[in-house]
């Protein structure tokens, strides 16, 4: 029987996937749904699914980015918003990907050539030189960087600049900014304040940690394959998640 997970950040799409799913290939078991990208790529890891139906924009780890970590470990299929022009980043029949609204007839489409797939066994595509330029062709041309974090201790507000920020994490309804030398918690979800960081200068590590990528000194890996990180300035230990564990393996 083959099987899959979910990867959609919205409920009523995700759920309006399934039942379509569930009445076009009946056969198919839904391992998992998953409403961040991270929670889809630690699905794939736990139950190892022949398919992965992801949402490209997701909070935090994109579609596109759980693709890049998986490696060729399921078939991906996406769904997006963007048009066709964008789109063309795909390769005709590497990658299947559906736009929002689904059409029953193209969920269809998918569906058949999925199934040809899994008859003859064929590998997962390698993803990544695709993903890489699909990325560049999606992610907005101007995106309002933070560039100062303004946090309040007492009667004082504190000013931190951008490019001296080592890490944050999550903090229930606050988040905690960290420098070398001060720190301080913000009124602001860390899920709110990734959007405005720059991905190629912070890196997420887990679910709560975001952490400057130039900051970072070590990273270790134990006996159980658990990774943490050492940083530059700051004597704190950082735990990886294992949905971004990816990001320090040997080049």
């Not at 961040?36 to 790529?41: E, F, K, N, R, V």
């Not at 890049?68 to 769904?79: L, P």
């Given at each position: 029987?083959?099987?899959?997970?979910?990867?959609?950040?919205?409920?009523?799409?995700?759920?309006?996937l399934r039942r379509m799913l569930q009445e076009l290939w009946p056969e198919l078991e839904i391992l998992s749904e998953a409403e961040?990208?991270?929670?889809?790529?630690e699905a794939?890891?736990?139950?190892?699914?022949?398919?992965a139906f992801l949402d490209i924009r997701m909070p935090g780890m994109t579609g596109l980015d759980v693709a890049?970590?998986?490696?060729?470990?399921?078939?991906?299929?996406?769904?997006t918003a963007y048009d066709n022009h964008a789109l063309e980043a795909f390769s005709?029949?590497?990658?299947?990907?559906l736009l929002k609204p689904i059409a029953q007839d193209r969920l269809i489409d998918a569906i058949t050539r999925l199934k040809a797939r899994l008859e003859v066994k064929a590998a997962p595509t390698d993803l990544s030189s695709l993903m890489q330029e699909l990325d560049k062709r999606l992610r907005p041309q101007q995106v309002e960087r933070i560039r100062w974090i303004s946090a309040s201790v007492?009667?004082?507000i504190k000013m931190f600049p951008i490019d001296k920020i080592l890490f944050f994490t999550s903090d229930e309804k606050y988040?905690?900014?960290?420098?070398?030398d001060?720190?301080?918690?913000?009124?602001?979800?860390?899920?709110?304040?990734?959007d405005g960081l720059d991905p190629e200068v912070f890196w997420q590590i887990h679910r709560g940690v975001v952490v400057r990528a130039d900051a970072i000194a070590k990273a270790h890996r134990d006996e159980l394959g658990k990774v943490t990180v050492e940083l530059r300035g700051n004597k704190e230990i950082l735990k990886v998640s294992q949905a971004y564990a990816w990001r320090f393996k040997p080049m």
């Open positions: 029987m083959p099987t899959a997970i979910i990867a959609y950040d919205e409920d009523l799409p995700r759920k309006d961040h990208g991270a929670d889809a790529l794939i890891l736990q139950y190892q699914p022949d398919i890049n970590a998986t490696k060729g470990r399921c078939h991906a299929v996406f769904t005709a029949g590497a990658i299947d990907y007492g009667d004082t988040t905690r900014v960290v420098c070398v001060d720190e301080a918690h913000v009124r602001k979800p860390l899920k709110e304040i990734i």
